[in-house]
């Protein structure tokens, strides 16, 4: 909070300030509201400047989301994934020197930004409306329908309408949860897509919406799991950087970082290292 110390004005500065607390037309507003613009445009240059300057940007992540973003056992348990190694190579294109990786849960993740515990999140974050008028976002670096999966033996669920009055496990802010709320399902809180593998094949919840690369790389890595896709959306799900609100000189060196690695082969090197082909085509 800030206070202000009471000082002796001129009388000239006095009518002044007195006159800033008047109602003015919506005309003479204007020229205020132009004078404001180059002062926003500065500030987000002076962002991307300011994280160059610091030569680190802090991304936050799950950790616990493959093949997007875990940890790999084989590995000396190191962070990786699709969405991990894609911020990596993005940022050291945006001409930041090191990416440090925050993690933490889905549903306190894109609030780390506002918390100030990082400056972008790199998680598979779906491209909303309700979002974008929060945060600014690139665009798309992965595109993928979405899925309901549900046990093998499970015969109800042919479509997304039958999820009606199910019993859906998903993490509570994710588009996909959200999306399940929509079809009228109930909603079983989940921490990862892993447990609501466990929530499903436990007989807790009876589906879960989810990308279909999640269920492909799952089953990759447990062939024998008894789960199905059991229904297909018909549109694709978008998922891109999210960044605060206002950063277009950010946004702009983003995006000209993600046409790079796909136009050099650095993303289908990658997609194919976490998924076996490559997914932009």
């Known amino acids: 909070m800030k206070f202000f110390a009471q000082l002796a004005l001129p009388l000239s500065l006095l009518a002044a300030l007195t006159a800033c607390g008047e109602k003015k037309p919506e005309t003479a507003a204007k020229p205020a509201d132009q004078a404001a613009a180059p002062a926003a445009a500065s500030s987000t240059a002076n962002l991307l400047d300011a994280l160059k300057a610091k030569k680190v940007i802090r991304i936050g992540t799950e950790g616990t989301y493959a093949p997007f973003t875990f940890h790999d056992q084989k590995n000396g348990n190191a962070l ?10 993005v940022f050291k294109r945006v001409g930041i020197e090191k990416v440090e990786f925050v993690e933490g849960p889905w549903d306190s993740l894109i609030a780390g930004v506002d918390a100030d515990r990082y400056d972008a999140v790199v998680n598979e974050v779906g491209i909303n409306p309700e979002r974008q008028a929060k945060y600014d976002f690139s665009k798309p670096y992965i595109d993928s329908p979405m899925v309901a999966i549900t ?20 993490t509570l802010t994710s588009n996909f949860g959200k999306t399940a709320a929509k079809m009228g399902a109930e909603i079983v809180s989940a921490d990862g897509f892993a447990q609501t593998v466990d929530l499903l094949l436990s007989g807790r919840a009876d589906v879960t919406l989810n990308d279909r690369l999640s269920f492909l790389d799952f089953k990759k890595q447990k062939p024998d799991a008894k789960i ?28 000209k970082a993600i046409d790079e690695i ?19 085509k």
């Open 80 to 89: 990786t994934g699709f969405d991990v190694e894609i911020a990596k190579e």
């Open 262 to 280: 796909k136009a050099d082969g650095t993303y289908g090197k990658i997609s194919t290292q976490f998924f076996g082909i490559d997914v932009s």
């Open 151 to 170: 046990k093998d033996d499970n015969t109800s669920i042919k479509s997304l309408e039958d999820l009606k009055g199910k019993k859906a496990a998903q």
């Open 228 to 255: 199905k896709i059991a229904a297909t959306d018909k549109e694709t799900a978008s998922s891109g950087i999210l960044v605060k609100k206002g950063s277009p000189e950010l946004l702009a060196a983003i995006n």
